[in-house]
């Protein structure tokens, strides 16, 4: 049983790399991000208002919904978006003390802000067949501009992914997110996730295959 954290800029690609690890390595994906997106989902619109404007939630909201998971997580679990700042990471160690458990690997999927802000403020993508272009990133664009090569539907853009948000978010990431990079220095490998997807899972997979 092997338990991994996460830690990385918006826009990185944490998400889609948890996906895969899961799937590979037959452990749990836990998000606190689609944890919170639940209760979103269940009308709790003051917790939608905080993450749309690129915040923080609550360390207390966020450790009370992660418990949940890890008390039910028999195989392993990647932890995808938590913790987010060094309180949850001391908080988070008296939680594995209680329950016996260790972290294994924390990955760092470092990204240059510079690409990371291309990537989401040039996102769009199709409402219909869920395709993903980027008007900012050459090979990415769809031919015809603003639809879909796939369905010819006209493509969407997110509400927060805009410079404005962005901003917010990467300095989140940069004042609270990257200190935990200095805590969990014993564990941490680091990843360039500007590499094509598939060659950041290979290089996370020679880490955790060790
Ligand atoms: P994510 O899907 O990980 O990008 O998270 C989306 C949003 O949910 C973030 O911008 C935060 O507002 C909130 N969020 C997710 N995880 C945490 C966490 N560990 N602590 C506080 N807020 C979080």
New binding site residues.
């Given amino acids: 049983m092997k338990n991994l954290i996460l830690i990385a800029p ?1 826009a990185a690609g ?2 889609t790399q948890a996906k895969m690890i899961c799937e590979t390595y037959n452990l749990d994906h836990i ?4 944890l ?1 997106r639940e209760e979103v989902a269940r009308g709790n619109s003051e917790l939608q208002q ?2 749309e404007s ?4 609550s ?1 207390e909201i ?1 450790l009370n919904l992660l418990k949940k998971k890890l008390l039910n997580s028999l195989n392993g679990y990647v932890l ?5 700042n060094v309180n ?1 990471a001391i908080l988070f160690d008296k939680i594995l003390k209680e329950l016996n458990q260790k972290i294994d690997y924390v990955i760092y999927l470092n990204l240059d802000k510079e690409i990371a802000k291309k990537r989401i403020v040039g996102r769009v993508s199709c409402p219909k067949c869920g395709n993903v272009y980027n008007t900012m990133i050459s090979g990415m664009s769809p031919s015809i501009e603003g639809i879909c090569d796939n369905c010819q539907t006209a493509l969407t853009k997110r509400k927060d992914d805009n410079e404005e948000t962005f901003n917010i ?1 990467y300095n989140t990431y940069l004042e609270e997110t990257e200190p935990l990079l200095e805590y969990y220095k014993n564990i941490l490998y680091e990843i360039d996730s500007s590499l094509e997807k598939q060659e950041v899972f290979h290089k996370i997979g020679e880490i955790i295959n060790d």
């Fill in positions: 918006p944490k998400g998000s606190t991000g689609d919170l905080i993450m690129g915040k923080l939630v360390d966020v995808d978006g938590f913790p987010r949850q978010r």
